[in-house]
């Protein structure tokens, strides 16, 4: 079960579509804390500095389809992962 999902279809102009993708481009630059306007309100993402991505290009029936995925962990994703402390010269 996902905590949140958030599902939008909507026909676009091309112009229409470049200015959502340049919209989360922005939010992407902006990083923690970054708003993003999507349906009736605005969502807030805190996005770290590294994420996962994944693009898919599929033709058939008669349409072509292209994804775009980004993902990231919640919670403290934005800190770096804990080093261990050495231990006293020798042990």
Known sequence: ??????????????????????AIAAALRHGDGAELALGPGTVSLRIPEELRSEIEIEVGDGEIELEVELKWPVGNADKPPRRPVPGPPGA
Request: glycine share 0%; no cysteine; charged share 40%.
């Open 1 to 22: 079960m996902k905590d949140l999902k958030f599902e939008q279809k909507s026909a676009l102009s091309r112009l229409e579509a470049a200015d959502m993708l340049e």
